[in-house]
């Protein structure tokens, strides 16, 4: 294993009773269950006896919540990084689980016209642009130790896709990207590769409410 890894760390379960596509709305922040699992990310990076140098974290607030533990833990500040925010997406605010859910409306289907790139919201190819940009700039910027940035579902998975050569466009039921998850890269001379992917909170994933990714 080499002595300098970046781990993309997803925030933990976000309270939304109303179940909506919360996006980048303000306000939204980690439910009681969502505070124990970004402590269980914070828990299994501090227990992998690896040098954590900088800690980024996107500037939504769950993301911030979620980065609280980790810095306590690792005794890191706290950088936000802009780049590793939620896409933007037409249907923030809106139901997004069960039969009232806006994208089965048939008046909203016209945002639907071309999901390869995708039309309802940012670009896939511009999120991952932005995301291995800022995690480049972390690599270059970072001596003697891990990086750990905490992001959200969508923007990990694209860095996924793209470090893999793999099509950006795909099904979101299909991410591998669970709440609190650690996605680890290495980049070796100008390429990146996927090393480790870990869920330090699966005990907590049971009846937890994930709907609100973009």
Aim: with cysteine; glycine share 8%.
């Amino acid at each position: 294993m080499s002595d300098k890894l970046l781990h993309l760390v997803r925030h933990g379960e976000v309270h939304n009773p109303d179940l909506v596509l919360y996006g980048r709305i303000p306000g939204f922040r980690l439910s009681e269950r969502g505070h124990q699992m970004a402590e269980a990310a914070a828990l299994e990076l501090a227990g992998s006896d690896r040098l954590v140098a900088k800690l980024f974290a996107s500037p939504l607030e769950r993301a911030q919540q979620s980065a609280r533990p980790i810095a306590s833990a690792l005794g890191l500040e706290i950088n936000t990084e802009d780049r590793i925010i939620e896409p933007t997406n037409f249907f923030e605010g809106m139901v997004n689980s069960g039969p009232d859910a806006a994208f089965k409306k048939p008046r909203y289907w016209h945002k639907f016209w071309n999901p390869f790139r995708p039309s309802w919201g940012e670009p896939y190819r511009e999120v991952a642009a932005r995301v291995r940009q800022a995690m480049d700039d972390a690599w270059e910027s970072t001596r003697g130790g891990d990086i750990v940035m905490v992001s959200h579902q969508s923007p990990i998975w694209m860095a996924h896709l793209d470090v893999a050569g793999k099509p950006l466009f795909h099904n979101p039921a299909t991410r591998r990207c669970e709440l609190s998850s650690i996605t680890s890269f290495e980049k070796r001379g100008e390429r990146w590769f996927e090393v480790d992917y870990r869920t330090p909170a699966a005990g907590l994933l049971g009846d937890a409410v994930d709907v609100g990714a973009v």
